[in-house]
């Protein structure tokens, strides 16, 4: 920071679009930092703000002034600024609001902060140097340590940070972080070794010999481990430690997500291919930013060129970030990292504790963790000196954020690089179109790894035409002949199989068979999914449930019949056809609880789980050598769906399903039923052929002016209210056409679609507008958004309404 540090830019984390300048009371200058959170005035009201740097602001007058340093370490390095005000500035998002969802919920420094006296600060207690307050929490600190945040309480006045700075700089009191209700994953165990072996023999001869061989042939071994070993040995094992035979101590222990300790591993020679592509991305270390899109089929070995690549970038001292789209992943993930790296590996994720994300985070800040391996929101991992930004599966939808702050981690990742002068490498068995075009524009690399590492064959697909299955009557109507044979020979021979359905529940469409009324849900434009085992209907979108003996809200009538099928119905078909085998379910419905989706991989794992049916869930990463079989029971739901990427997304989705049959030493088959067998999406799953898929897509997408070739940016409008939220609506599609009107350059650039009802009217009670703003510079599209929301005083906005704004938006019904 410049060294002018009286007055300083501070963001509020308050929806408001611009930056403050604050002033410096001389007493906190020492304090000021960026990265650091303040205590500012701000109207009638104290909030919190963030330091950015210190202010260009020209005009001093009327300043206020910051009331508090909240921090005494930085929260994020100052380098993070610039991408922050990126972010801000692209995604039209108040930089504050993006600052606060940057960094870990639940820190609190302030209250974390424990107290105590020092010995000089107990002997210059009382003096006449040290004013009343002073004196006054001296003597509080005198009768026992005391967190920083009851202080206030116990004096039952205001403390402000800086004179707590002021006596710990004078050495009368001391400050401790403390961290508090975390239960961190990676946990210490005792563990025992022998100072010397030579253990006298003379008494309890069994037993000592017995823990003699024990912890020789171990080497190390844990306490628990050793006493569940050899039976009583408790009693002998305090005699050792006493008698200066075996060492016990703590070592770090990490588990992997089944709770099994992870054994070390070491790193593998790479194939030619793997070299190749490693030796690409570590020579161009230190070179600039560049992006690489590393294509390869799944097992290809591109989480070994990862990990190898990684390890170079550490041993030159990068650092190294990891995006995951999933936990389920990241668990994998991190297990073969840890395996690899150890202690030097951190995790971010939604799945841990406020306590735990915080407790990462600052391992990050101290640089004790040079690889982070997270889920989306692991792209603001306060890292420096980044070498590789590695997104794994980059194709995958859930890197977007769809509520509230609206950012896409893939494409921040890309940012993130170019900031850090890093390289980003871009993963996937199927890449995306947007991706894949950057490719052909050369904005990226394009990195290849065409075979399986073990040589596995890639899985044989077969497609069965469910047309011609459509008078078969029962389950064999959704679960044709090829199919049953194909599961029976897989069971025959004791290996899995997966079954494959993108909908869940009992049945798509309860509908009434006296009108045709379907069953919508009450809040949502939505229809109704019966669940056979919570004996109700309900609602996908918003929880909403209905008993199943509802009858119809149209005409009474209580006779409903179900349309269509989900993975609730597949399983209870498949029970009766295999009555022998294991089955199990994975989807929303079987995974809310913490754990149960890791509970489910473990059965599967362990083989006892013969048949799992499941939705998109089992689609992604997962390896399982005995799964041999793979069914996809209805391959277009997702096909039809009114949204330019539905082919895309399809075509992901079959490969990705179809590539978890036989990763082990057995051949694996897929068996892909489907309506639409001569769809490009579905014949090039088939084929496994990408390339075909791309240029038939982005054919079509060029044709339609769709991205890549124009940019987009949806507003969403919601509000419970139907009326005003439509009349809001039109309103700010008013002031589309007429910002277009009044301003050439925006009538050739800037389409404006709507506004229009969105295709799912109405969720969890809230009726949703769109409009769609389309045009093909980027810039100018922000510069409209800009002017429209910026420069209008929208008449009916308020709390009733809500306006989002999406900036390339993914999730448009
Ligand atoms: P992907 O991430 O592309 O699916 P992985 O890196 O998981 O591929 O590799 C697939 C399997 O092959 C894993 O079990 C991995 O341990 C193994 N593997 C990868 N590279 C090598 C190698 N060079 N030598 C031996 N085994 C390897
Ligand atoms: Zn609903
Ligand atoms: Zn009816």
Redesign the pocket.
């Known amino acids: 920071m410049a060294t002018d540090r009286s007055y300083i830019e501070i963001a509020i984390a308050l929806p408001v679009h611009q930056t403050f300048t604050y002033g410096v009371p001389e007493h906190l200058l020492p304090l000021v930092s960026e990265g650091k959170r303040v205590l500012v005035p701000f109207g009638q009201h104290r909030v919190t703000g963030y330091i950015l740097g210190t202010s260009e602001n020209q005009t001093r007058k009327e300043i206020k002034h910051i009331l508090d340093v909240l921090d005494e370490e930085p929260l994020f390095p100052s380098p993070m600024i610039p991408f922050f005000k990126w972010i801000s500035d692209y995604y039209i998002h108040p930089i504050g609001e993006v600052i606060k969802a940057a960094l870990p919920g639940g820190i609190n420094l302030y209250d974390a902060v424990s107290l105590a006296i020092t010995q000089q600060g107990e002997r210059m207690m009382n003096e006449k140097t040290l004013s009343p307050v002073e004196n006054q929490i001296l003597a509080l600190l005198k009768s026992g340590r005391c967190m920083a945040k009851n202080l206030c309480k116990k004096l039952d006045r205001d403390i402000p940070k800086s004179l707590l700075h002021t006596l710990e700089v004078k050495g009368l009191i001391s400050s401790r972080r403390e961290l508090k209700g975390r239960a961190t994953k990676s946990c210490k165990e005792e563990y025992v070794s022998f100072i010397r072996s030579d253990i006298p023999m003379d008494r309890f001869f069994a037993r000592r010999k017995n823990i003699l061989d024990v912890i020789e042939s171990e080497v190390e071994i844990s306490l628990k481990n050793l006493k569940n070993r050899v039976t009583g040995s408790i009693g002998l094992i305090k005699y050792l430690k006493k008698e200066a035979y075996i060492n016990i101590f703590e070592k770090e222990v990490y588990r992997d997500p089944f709770g099994e300790p992870i054994k070390s591993d070491h790193a ?4 030619t291919d ?1 070299t190749r592509v490693t030796s690409t991305l570590v020579s161009s270390l230190g070179q600039g930013f560049h992006t690489f899109l590393l294509a ?1 089929v ?7 060129v990862y990990m190898q690549a990684a390890a170079e970038a550490m041993n030159q001292g990068y650092s190294v970030l990891v995006l995951v789209p999933e936990i389920a992943l990241i668990s994998q993930m991190e297990r073969r990292f840890r395996a690899r790296f150890g202690e030097c590996v951190a995790v971010l994720h939604s799945r841990l504790s406020a306590g735990e994300r915080y407790d990462q985070w600052i391992r990050i800040l101290q640089k004790k963790a040079p690889i982070v391996i997270g889920a989306r929101s692991a792209i603001f991992a306060p890292l420096e000196h980044i070498g590789f930004i590695i997104v794994d599966e980059e194709h995958d939808t859930s890197y977007k954020q769809e509520s509230k702050f609206r950012y896409n981690a893939r494409d921040l990742a890309v940012v993130r690089g170019k900031f850090e002068h890093g390289q980003v490498v871009l993963g996937s068995a199927t890449p995306s179109v947007q991706s894949y075009y950057n490719v052909k524009e050369k904005k990226f690399i394009e990195l290849n ?1 065409k075979k399986r ?2 040589k596995q064959p890639l899985p044989e697909i077969t497609v069965v035409d469910l047309r011609k299955n459509r008078d078969k009557r029962g389950s064999q109507r959704f679960i044709t002949k090829p199919l049953y044979e194909a599961m029976k020979e897989t069971l025959d021979r004791g290996e899995q199989v997966l079954l494959f359905l993108n909908r869940r529940g009992f049945a798509g469409f309860p509908i009434c068979a006296e009108c045709g009324e379907a069953l919508k849900c009450k809040n949502c434009d939505i229809s109704l999914t019966l669940h056979r085992k919570a004996n109700a209907y309900k609602c996908h979108f918003c929880g909403y449930s209905r008993p199943s003996v509802s009858s119809c809200t149209i005409c009474g009538s209580t006779k409903i019949t179900l349309l269509g099928l989900g993975t609730e119905k597949i399983e209870a078909a498949v029970k009766s056809l295999f009555p022998s085998a294991r089955v199990d379910r994975m989807d929303h419905d079987t995974t809310t609880r913490k754990g149960s989706i890791l509970r489910i991989l473990k059965r599967l794992r362990n083989q006892d789980i013969d048949i799992l049916i499941g939705t998109q869930m089992i689609a992604k990463g997962h ?1 399982f050598p005995n799964i041999t079989l793979v069914g996809i029971v209805c391959a277009d739901l997702s096909l039809n769906f009114p949204d330019f990427r539905a082919g895309e997304r399809t075509f992901q989705l079959l490969s990705q399903v179809a590539g978890r049959a036989g990763r082990g030493t057995a051949p694996g088959k897929v068996i892909m039923q489907t309506y639409n067998p001569d769809h490009f999406s579905i014949r090039s799953a088939k084929d496994q052929d990408f390339k075909t898929f791309y240029n038939k897509e982005i054919t079509d997408r060029k044709t339609l002016y769709y991205p890549p070739f124009s940019r987009l940016i949806q507003l969403k409008i919601s509000g419970k209210d139907k009326e005003k939220t439509r009349l809001f609506s039109e309103e700010i599609g008013h002031l589309c056409a007429t910002l277009r009107k009044t301003e050439k350059s925006f009538a050739k650039s800037v389409e404006v679609l709507g506004p229009i009802e969105a295709p799912i009217f109405r969720i969890a009670k809230h009726y949703r507008w769109q409009i769609l703003l389309k045009g093909l510079n980027v810039r100018t599209l922000h510069r409209y958004v800009r002017r429209l929301l910026f420069e209008n005083t929208l008449q009916s906005r308020n709390r009733d309404v809500r306006l989002g704004i999406d900036v390339d938006p993914f999730f448009m019904l």
């Open positions: 593998p020679f790479l194939t793997q390869g799944t097992g290809s070995g591109k989480t070994e790894l590492v073990n390896d």
